[in-house]
């Protein structure tokens, strides 16, 4: 498929629109069946659908309907290759592509899938989020043909006069609900798939949304391509103008075919749709079984379905010419010549060679943090401007309350105390540092989806992300506690001590490097925490739990001879243990004088036995690094479906 000069005259987009009707997908299901297990002793077998036959052709938009839990969404994702046998999970039927079995990967490969919610990088407007895809998408066409692709989307999904606006989300307004559902579906079109799956495409749009949203999928399904939707409760004029419709309950098929054929079904088996009234809503709320309360008919009409009577019109629609239609639309497909089918112009389907493959993990990563850098540097509340000022009025004000401590003393008595009001500030910079650096959590949670959703179409992997996200969060994580660290130091008077062997120079100089190692250590405690649960609040609860864990762990609070055995270990986990040694020892450098007292005497009162700043280091960095690791191991393999639902 072409993606450049093509689209530059009606009549050659007349050509590629019979071509994608010529040579499209015609997409056949046999025996879909779908059954959980459930339980470990006891086992519980719960059937989501059984023996689903279902077709769908290119010009054509196909809606799945039915009550809640009829299978609907279960059978979308089935059909397009999101779910496979695994375990407890077990699907039964053949799936088919212009005739030729296929397997999951080759049927997401041929098809883009919409999600009912769009989730987005709030701060890009349409056209970046549009040609960032793009890149992602199409790197192996040219910036001119990748412009051009985007603004035939935009030109035919409507979305010119907001191609400059920021998309937004729940809390920052931007778009509309209708706006936001055609940039997401604007996504999957830049791959230009010939089959097209679209989950709940008007849920929660009002009806004038609503409408407008199916008018364009019929607009793209008549340029050749084959649509398939799942869709709740649609108003009578939308469910008019679907090409055909599954009707689905209880996991069964009730009824196959167009909307005049289905009212024909049901008026055939004394199912009346009254006069004047919206058929689909008929449908949907006769399909509820009597055991749940029917509410337009429980005072004027007698003709409950029972589970019973579920069972026997899902018979008769077996034995019924709608039916033999069905499966005599899947032998043509499996019987005739069709052409194959084509995948979507998606890099890893096409690129071949040493040389693309071993730039592809750079390409992403550029593309990843652009779009990362971007989004971040226009929030205010995370901007690298308000950090700044947050940090800085924080280190003025902190550092007014431990200005320039005095050092010394007129006695050991003195000294002491000096000590410990020197290692309460050096503690301060510590702990602040490492709850600032905790403010990453909400945005590694909210990316993950977006992660989830691109990882699950083979844009890019774990690596790519965790790598990219955090150059991209660099700039704002790392250089504003600068501001605080540099302030604090000579506002505390920190290096006021000189020695003969560590100038106050030296000091300054690795103090900041303990200080960015304990920022690193953090966001990667960020990662691992954030890869543990789905949930930002959850997530905000357990990070204080570690965090306030490792600080009384780490030797200030208790000596680290006292620490109980049963916890003990956990001080050798613990960045916080070795950040503190560190400063210590950079405050306090070994086999000095400090007044009346040597620095020797003075880490022996701290329980400090370690005598390398070095080795401090290089552990906070290990730490960072295990951490991130980690976080890359469950990342990569636990909650991946998270946001595929």
Known sequence: MMVSGEYESKTQRNSIFQEKLNNGI?????????????????????????????????????????????GKTSLLNILAGRIKSKGQRLIGGQIYINGKKVTNSELRSCSNFVMQNEVMLPYLTVQETLNLSAQLRLPNCTAHERHERINLIISDL?????????????????LSGGERRRVALAIELISDPYL?????????????LSLQILQLLLKLAKSGRTIVCSVHQPRSQIFQSFNEILLLSKGESIFYGSVKDCIDFFEINNYTVPQNYNPSDYFLDLLVPKSTVNRHFSNTRNDFITYENLRILSKKFSSSEYSNKVLSNIDWQI???????????????????????????????????????????????????????????TAL????????????????????????????????????????????LESISKYRIIFNRERANGLYGTMEFMIAKELGDFI?????????????????????????????????????????????ASIG?????????????????????????????????LTTNRISVWISWFQYLSFVK????????????????????????????????????????????????????????????????????
């Not at 097209?196 to 004038?208: H, K, N, R, V």
């Not at 060679?353 to 540097?377: A, C, D, E, Q, W």
């Not at 007129?410 to 403010?439: E, P, R, W």
Request: proline share 4%.
């Open 196 to 208: 097209l799956f679209i989950d709940e495409p008007t849920s929660g749009l009002d009806a004038f």
């Open 335 to 393: 019987n005739s010549q069709l052409q194959p089918w084509k995948p979507a112009l998606i890099f890893n389907k096409h690129t071949k060679g040493f040389f693309n493959n071993l730039l592809r993990p750079f390409y992403v990563l550029s593309i990843i943090f652009k779009r990362t850098f971007i989004n971040h540097s226009r929030n205010f509340l995370g901007s690298f401007t308000l950090n700044s000022c947050i940090n800085i009025i």
């Open 525 to 557: 405690i960020s990662y691992f925490i954030s890869s543990l649960t789905t949930s930002l609040e959850l997530a905000q609860g357990i990070a204080p739990i570690i965090m306030v864990l490792m600080m009384v762990v780490s030797g200030f609070y």
């Open 397 to 440: 004000i902190v550092g007014g309350i431990f200005f320039q401590l005095p050092v010394y003393g007129d006695s050991s008595i003195h000294a002491i105390t000096n000590v410990y009001n020197i290692v309460g500030a050096l503690f301060f910079i510590l702990s602040f540092s490492s709850f600032n650096s905790l403010m990453c």
């Open 476 to 520: 704002f994580y790392f250089i504003p506690p600068l501001f605080f660290s540099v302030i604090y130091f000579f506002m505390t008077g920190a290096g006021n001590v000189s020695y003969n062997n560590w100038t106050m120079v030296q000091q300054f100089f690795v103090y900041q490097v303990i200080v960015q190692c304990i920022i690193w």
């Open 578 to 645: 070795f950040g503190y040694v560190a400063l210590l020892l950079n405050s306090f450098p070994p086999n000095n004088q400090w007044g009346p007292l040597t620095t020797n005497e003075i880490l022996y009162q701290l329980s400090i036995s370690d005598t390398s700043i070095g080795t401090n280091i290089g552990i906070i960095i290990g730490l960072g690094f295990a951490y991130r690791f980690l976080a890359f191991i469950i990342f990569s393999n636990i909650y991946k479906s998270v946001g595929l639902e």
């Open 158 to 174: 409507g979305l010119s006069h907001c191609r400059n606006k920021i998309v937004g989300d729940n809390e920052i307004k931007s």
């Open 26 to 70: 015609y997409l056949g299901a046999k025996n879909i069946s779908y059954t959980i297990r459930n339980g470990i002793y006891v086992q519980k077998i719960t059937h989501i659908l059984n023996d689903i036959n279902f077709v769908a052709e290119p010009g054509k938009v196909v809606a799945i309907l039915g009550p809640s839990g009829s």
